[in-house]
């Protein structure tokens, strides 16, 4: 059972272009959100995170939108460039188990064309 | 870049036979974790410790051990290598393991079962 969906599966955009990627998860209680940017070869990296308590946080080019009564939180690159190609990860996890575990979508490619 | 070292980086090893990964960390941090890379699925959670002899079982544990006898050294051992087991692990560490706490990732493992 995948709690946390991930869409789409991969994403062509042009420089310049907004990229969106989606997710949606199913359990209430998680209440931490953070997407992981990956390049090949390497690690996921903490890109940016959120908590319900708000709606969008932006940090730089990277924002956050999150939809409590939804349960749904999407990931907007504005001006992508072709240093963004990568893999992104959303995620999720609890408050109350308070070991730092989270649950990974399944991942999006995405490819920023010159 | 956190001070996180997996060993090995790359493995090819024959069905049946024991495997062990390494994760050593130089930045103390109380919790560590394994993951599993496989297309389609995302990260999922394998097993994770919460302090030096302290573990416990992620969302697939089945045909997996770990240890952790220091608090800077993890080790995942597959008991009897499958098939189904290639793949690339990723081990992470965090500070206080609760929320809104970046995990930081080790640059994986790639294994292959033969």
């Known amino acids: 059972q995948q709690q946390v969906k991930q869409s789409p599966q991969s994403l062509i955009v042009q420089k310049g272009g907004i990229s969106i990627i989606n997710c949606a998860y199913e359990n209430t209680a998680f209440d931490y959100f953070p997407w992981y940017q990956q390049f090949p070869g390497k690690g996921p990296a903490l890109l940016i995170a959120?908590?319900?308590?708000?709606s969008e946080k932006k940090e730089g080019r990277f924002t956050i939108s999150f939809n409590k009564s939804a349960k749904q939180f999407s990931l907007h690159i504005m001006d992508s460039q072709p240093g963004d190609s990568a893999t992104y990860f959303c995620a999720a996890s609890k408050d109350s188990s308070n070991t730092g575990k989270l649950i990974f979508g399944q991942g999006t490619t995405l490819q920023v064309k010159p | 870049d956190a001070g996180i070292t997996q060993s090995p980086r790359h493995k090819v090893t024959e069905t049946g036979t024991p495997v062990t990964l390494r994760c050593h960390q130089t930045?103390?941090?109380?919790?560590m974790y394994w993951y599993r890379q496989d297309p389609g699925h995302g990260l999922r959670l394998i097993h994770y410790?919460?302090?030096?002899?302290?573990?416990d079982k992620g969302e697939v544990s089945d045909g997996y051990s770990v240890s952790r006898s220091k608090t800077e050294d993890f080790l995942l051992t597959l008991e009897s290598a499958t098939s189904s087991q290639t793949s690339v692990y990723f081990c992470?560490?965090?500070?206080?393991?609760?929320?809104?706490?970046?995990?930081?990732f080790g640059q994986g493992t790639r294994l292959t079962v033969v």
């Open positions: 410790s919460y302090g030096v002899k302290d573990t």
């Open positions: 992470a560490i965090s500070e206080l393991g609760g929320p809104n706490t970046e995990a930081f």
């Open positions: 959120i908590r319900p308590d708000v």
């Open positions: 930045e103390n941090h109380r919790y």
